[in-house]
């Protein structure tokens, strides 16, 4: 292949300018706010998940609280009935009597009872209460902290593409003087190496930084200034300058 010296060189501005572009590239994929958001999406949901589990736990106590008190109130019912009956005189029976206090009796135990359920159910509600109100305070926290990250991330973001624009642009004057058939080897070079052009310094290809052997750079040096030469270790593109040592 064949292409001015000129042309050549620009493909050096290329490759210097495409490095740059992978480099932002690689830049935005790994932007540490992207890990910190990924992280904090998943503990938001955790948590959102864990509110609704308490407030479905608080609601269900709520529930057998509101019944069990609702046994309470029957059962001092009962007894305020007994004890009236029983302070009125209306038992004259001492076998009714005794029935009567016997029930009585009872019926304070089950609301003994019924009271210490009440209790007990009414300290596992606080303690559910305050485990919502802790979790929504976590979630209002993690918000923030995911708002604030996804706020870095979007400035990051604008700041990149922004200098992507500008690089992209300059890329498109390049490629205008370069060749089509050169262009096209220095792109398939690209896609195989990862850069598609590299500048012999000093013997070295600065592309996979191997020094040529004699007979290699013999044969450089007697080819024609526009014919397009390659590394024979990484197949790049071999710009020669001033500075290639030949």
């Not at 109130?73 to 038992?91: E, F, M, N, T, Y």
Request: glycine share 4%; hydrophobic share 35%; with cysteine.
């Amino acid at each position: 292949m064949k292409a001015a010296p000129e042309a050549q060189k620009r493909l050096l501005d290329l490759a210097e300018l495409d490095t740059s572009l992978d480099r932002l590239r690689h830049r935005r994929r790994t932007l540490p706010e992207l890990a910190e958001i990924d992280e904090l999406s998943k503990r938001l949901a955790q948590v959102s998940t864990q509110i609704i589990a308490a407030e479905t736990e608080a609601g269900d106590l709520a529930r057998d609280q509101a019944k069990a008190e609702s046994d309470v109130d029957a059962v001092r019912v009962r007894v305020d009935r007994d004890q009236k009956r029983l302070d009125s005189g209306q038992v004259s029976s001492p076998k009714d009597l005794a029935s009567l206090q016997s029930e009585i009796v009872s019926l304070r135990r089950r609301q003994s009872d019924l009271e210490e359920v009440v209790l007990e159910i009414m300290e596992r509600r606080e303690a559910a209460d305050a485990r919502v109100t802790t979790l929504k305070s976590e979630r209002e926290e993690v918000t923030g902290t995911l708002r604030a990250a996804e706020d870095r991330r979007d400035v990051a973001f604008a700041e990149i593409d922004k200098e992507t624009g500008e690089l992209t642009s300059g890329r498109s004057a390049i490629t205008a003087d370069v060749p089509a058939d050169l262009l096209g080897l220095y792109e398939k070079m690209r896609e195989q190496t990862g850069v598609g052009a590299a500048m012999l310094h000093g013997g070295r290809c600065l592309g996979c930084r191997t020094s040529l052997s004699i007979a290699d750079l013999n044969r450089i040096r007697a080819a024609a200034h526009d014919e397009v030469v390659r590394c024979e270790e990484c197949r790049r593109i071999l710009v020669r300058t001033a500075e290639s040592g030949l």
